[in-house]
């Protein structure tokens, strides 16, 4: 199969069967206007999140790596009246990208936009209620320290996504040291060895061509 053969396919599901509002399409369009790159989760990923937190009955979630906030809106609509997403960006013109998206699709009063490294603002999350879901999409060089704190900001039972865990193949080829594709292996290899999470991963091909996306529960 050839790029064009999967782009056909995602769109054809996208169509078939994820609803993107007005407000989806605006932030993409408010995303691109202010020169951000186009790096968000496809659709058909953005609703497996949406419908994961949903199964998960999540009422806080927790998103690293904010971007313009189109996951975000998928995951803010994911939670009960009175629920919450705190979603950290570092890059001060994405998050304020982002807070006006949030606002106009309606979810801004439940979403916290953060900004800072998430290094340094997971830090201050502690002491607050557990998160139920946790979604780590930023510099992947960083997925371990994101993992730990997802562990330690969670619960038994806290679903834990990490995105962009094929990379084109590159994750499994050994010739390939670059930051990215290192962070990514340590993020898996993490997965497998600390007890505090049980975990697997799909790759996945869709308009952003072949990559894919880790599960994991916190034990
Ligand atoms: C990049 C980052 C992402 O989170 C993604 O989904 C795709 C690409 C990047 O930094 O290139
Ligand atoms: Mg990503």
């Known amino acids: 199969p050839t790029p064009d053969a999967w782009t056909r396919v995602d769109h054809y599901l996208t169509e078939t069967l994820v609803d993107q509002d007005a407000a989806l399409g605006a932030a993409l369009a408010e995303q691109g206007r202010a020169g951000l790159p186009a790096i968000e989760v496809a659709p058909v990923n953005a609703k497996l999140l949406h419908l994961l937190a949903r199964i998960a ?52 009063d439940r979403v916290d936009v953060r900004v800072g490294r998430a290094a340094e603002v997971l830090p201050t999350l502690a002491g607050d209620d557990p998160f139920d879901l946790v979604f780590i999409d930023a510099d992947k060089e960083s997925n371990t320290v994101y993992l730990d704190w997802a562990a330690r900001l969670g619960r038994p039972g806290t679903v834990v996504v990490v995105d962009n865990i094929g990379r084109s193949g590159q994750v499994a080829d050994p010739h390939d040291t670059t930051s990215q594709v290192v962070g990514t292996r340590q993020g898996l290899e993490m997965l497998r060895e600390d007890p505090r999470f049980d975990a697997t991963a799909l790759q996945t091909l869709d308009r952003k061509g072949w990559d894919g996306i880790a599960l994991a529960v916190v034990v």
């Not at 803010?76 to 013109?93: S, Y």
Request: aromatic share 4%; charged share 15%.
């Open 57 to 108: 009955g999540a009422r806080r979630i927790l998103e690293i790596g904010t971007l313009g906030g189109y996951s975000t809106i998928w995951l803010a609509r994911a939670v009960p009246n009175g629920g919450t997403v705190v979603t950290i960006e570092a890059e001060p013109l994405n998050a304020s990208i982002a807070r006006a998206n949030l606002d106009r699709a309606g979810v801004g």
